[in-house]
């Protein structure tokens, strides 16, 4: 598969594929570990962004997804809906 963008935290990695899915590798406590719940919401991924510990996906609709420690972003459960539209 083609990769389109690739981003990094301090010990994972994670690309954004032709078919705008993400996959992820290194180490789990660093983002390269998706929950299912997550992956399922990884579709038509436009860029990938990276802290220390987590990664944030903007989809195409404007909506953003977020994985990894939540004390790095990875949980953007209390601010989703301002982040529907970016």
């Known amino acids: 598969k083609n ?8 010990r994972a990695f994670a690309a ?6 993400v ?3 290194g180490n789990p406590n660093a983002g390269s570990y ?9 579709k038509n991924v436009q860029h990938i962004a990276a802290s220390h ?6 989809l195409a ?8 420690l939540h004390h790095y972003g990875g949980d953007n459960s209390a ?4 982040l529907a539209y970016l």
Do not use: M, N
Not at 16 to 21: A, E, G, M, V, Y
Not at 53 to 58: E, H, L, N, R
């Open 3 to 10: 990769v389109r963008e690739v981003q990094a935290t301090e």
């Open 16 to 21: 954004i594929l032709s078919d705008r899915s």
């Open 23 to 25: 996959v992820a590798w």
């Open 34 to 42: 998706i929950p299912p719940v997550i992956s399922e919401r990884l």
């Open 53 to 58: 510990g987590a990664f944030a996906a903007i």
């Open 61 to 68: 609709d404007g909506s953003v997804v977020t994985w990894g």
């Open 79 to 82: 601010v989703q809906d301002q």
